[in-house]
């Protein structure tokens, strides 16, 4: 193949080469349970306590505050059904949006089945949450408010900080779990400063590796845990930690840029989508479902008329990778987030996503943007 280009790292992405030599160095020299008393034991600890210090440094929290999960998905199931089985005598109410990952929507789905009440919030056409309808949503009864920071298919920027204090407002005994797993690293949050409860993180979407993630679990925040055993990581999560996945996670996380309030996404990725943007926009048949100001990471379009998946593997067969919604969903009816923000069937069939890193070029972009141009013109014949 002449080129390869990929562009699916809201999917997962490449490990760095320090994550890849961090994973080796913890398999070869650091083996021995963190657990074990001896000497050997002693220095997986120390990776463990560092590599947690490191990332709830990062995500501007104390370390006893953070714990190790596998993943995003998990650490969603440890927050969600942590907290129902923790505070079910407190009120039988949940509040969620319609656009979670799969991780959040069907556990809500499991939840309603066993009998909690569930209400999903009104987001517009650009998937932004109605704030006035989650205000009026929220009563006594309301334990857990689970809204995504980044959507992983539009992109979509929630205010989480604003949502968390409208629902501490509401009802200061509610809990708040955002799903942070594709704004980690690329769109700032202050967890420390915000009134966040709980907020989930992935390795594998930040080029770290995968089967590793963390939940940040605010000091005061019960949890009832999902896995028993050796009463690992605080009694929450049971299980000899993974050290490799730790030390990979952590030195993904010192590479990732530092964000602030006037700093807020990744600048170097932005323009890329910027300049992305700007070239989809000039092209006749697409149409762009992400809002302009979304995650700098994620840019999800349409060509209605063209099945998603027929150009997923048109541009394939040109070495190019993308996505047609999220990478573990089936779409047999379009993308179920792209159809919960009313937009047309069409729209919804045709979905695309690309999804960049920092390795991606404007050399890269523009092959990709006439590779599709051709792509367009040769299954209109069609
Ligand atoms: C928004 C969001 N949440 C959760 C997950 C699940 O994370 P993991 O693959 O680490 O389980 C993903 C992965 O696609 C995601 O995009």
């Not at 656009?99 to 650009?126: K, M, P, R, Y």
């Not at 009802?171 to 690293?185: I, K």
């Not at 992935?202 to 896995?227: F, V």
């Amino acid at each position: 193949m002449e080129r390869e280009i990929y562009l699916d790292n809201a999917a997962t992405t490449k490990a760095l080469p320090e994550v890849t030599a961090a994973v080796v160095d913890a398999l070869e020299k650091s083996y021995a349970n963190p657990s074990s008393l001896h000497r050997f034991g002693l220095k997986s600890e120390k990776i463990l306590k560092k590599s947690r210090k490191i990332i709830a440094d990062y995500l501007g929290v104390k370390a006893k505050e953070v714990i190790f999960t596998s993943g995003g998905t998990e650490s969603n199931n440890l927050a969600i059904r942590g907290i129902t089985k923790a505070y079910k005598n407190r009120g039988r109410h949940l509040i969620t949006s319609p656009i979670e990952h799969s991780s959040v929507a069907e556990l809500f789905n499991a939840l309603e089945n066993e009998g909690w009440q569930v209400d999903t919030v009104n987001v517009d056409q650009g998937g932004h949450v109605d704030l006035e309808h989650l205000r009026n949503l929220i009563t006594e009864e309301t334990i857990l408010v689970s809204i995504m920071q980044v959507n992983n298919e539009l992109g979509t920027i929630q205010p989480t900080k604003k949502i968390a204090e409208i629902i501490k407002k509401k009802n200061p005994l509610s809990f708040f779990h955002v799903d942070g797993v594709q704004a980690f690293g690329k769109t700032y949050s202050n967890l420390g400063q915000w009134p966040v409860d709980l907020y989930s993180i992935s390795g594998h979407k930040i080029q770290g590796p995968k089967g590793i993630g963390a939940l940040y679990i605010k000091k005061g925040t019960n949890l009832t845990p999902l896995i028993y055993g050796g009463g690992q990581e605080s009694n929450l999560r049971s299980g000899t930690e993974n050290i490799p996945g730790i030390a990979g996670l952590r030195e993904a996380v010192k590479k990732l840029p530092q964000l602030s309030a006037a700093e807020n996404t990744d600048k170097d990725l932005s323009k890329k989508r910027e300049y992305l943007f700007n070239l989809l926009q000039e092209i006749e048949e697409a149409v762009i479902n992400s809002p302009a100001a979304g995650a700098p990471h994620i840019i999800n379009f349409s060509l209605p008329g063209i099945k998603g998946e027929t150009m997923l593997h048109a541009l394939e067969s040109q070495g190019i990778y993308i996505s047609t919604s999220s990478a573990c969903s089936s779409d047999k009816q379009g993308s179920r987030i792209i159809n919960a923000c009313g937009l047309s069937q069409k729209r919804s069939e045709s979905a695309l996503r690309v999804s960049l890193n920092n390795t991606i070029t404007n050399d890269d972009l523009d092959y990709f943007i006439k590779t599709l141009k051709e792509q367009i013109d040769f299954l209109k014949l069609f």
